[in-house]
């Protein structure tokens, strides 16, 4: 190349970056380059056609709130002790009061006065001699027993289930054909208010108890339960 070439090239350049758009062109030019380089590499890297797109981790949610079904009858109860539970079962059965010509809301706790040195285990129900007694259960007649001494005339009845025994004592007499292993309904009246035994002849009642059978279920062995709650109104509050 001739030196007078390369002036006028030289000449040509600076005219070119010496014109007012010539800087401006260039500069464009190569960002423009840059940026389309830019962009191609960076859309490479996430879209690369043949590789599998990556999905992002999805994250662990926790797992939902669950709670342990209870059944009413796992239900976590008061300890209460064997009596009372049987009382508030009693309680729902609905039982007949026996003497039911008298008012239970009339009846007094009598179940743990002391009688001839023993407890009473039982409740009185008074009531004129004669007053027809009922079965405050249905069941089964168990056992009609005179003793002499204590009872008098008595009727052992046994509940449905055979878990409870319900004594009826100092009775005037059977209900007429009244007979041990007879079927009983709520209600039937199984004999009459009376004195005999060791009751005061001037004081004819009713003396009732609940027991409790055991698993031998004799009619003469259980765990007396009061009466007197299964009758009584509910507490108030
Ligand atoms: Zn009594």
Not at 121 to 126: G, H, Q, S, T
């Amino acid at each position: 190349m001739s030196t007078s070439v390369a002036r006028r090239r030289a000449r040509t350049a600076s005219s070119m970056l010496g014109h007012p758009f010539g800087l401006g062109l260039v500069l464009g030019v190569g960002l423009f380059v840059a940026l389309w380089i830019g962009g191609a590499l960076s859309d490479r890297g996430a879209y690369a056609p043949g590789s599998p797109r990556v999905e992002p981790t999805p994250r662990a949610l926790p797992p939902p709130a669950t709670y342990p079904t209870i059944r009413s009858d796992e239900m976590p109860r008061p300890a209460l002790s064997p009596a009372v539970e049987d009382v508030a079962f009693l309680r729902l059965r609905r039982l007949q009061f026996p003497v039911p010509s008298t008012d239970p809301r009339r009846l007094r706790d009598d179940f743990s006065d002391s009688r001839n040195g023993r407890s009473h285990e039982a409740i009185d129900i008074l009531a004129p001699r004669g007053t027809p007694v009922v079965a405050v259960d249905d069941g089964v007649v168990q056992k009609m027993f005179h003793s002499v001494g204590k009872g008098g005339l008595t009727v052992y009845q046994f509940d449905p289930e055979g878990a409870y025994c319900y004594y009826y004592a100092h009775l005037d007499r059977y209900a007429d054909g009244l007979r041990e292993g007879q079927e009983l309904h709520k209600g039937d009246v199984i004999g009459y208010v009376g004195t005999t035994g060791n009751a005061p002849p001037q004081t004819p009642h009713l003396h009732f108890a609940i027991f409790k059978l055991g698993p031998e279920k004799k009619w003469w062995k259980g765990a007396a339960l009061n009466p007197f709650p299964v009758w009584a109104p509910p507490r108030a509050g």
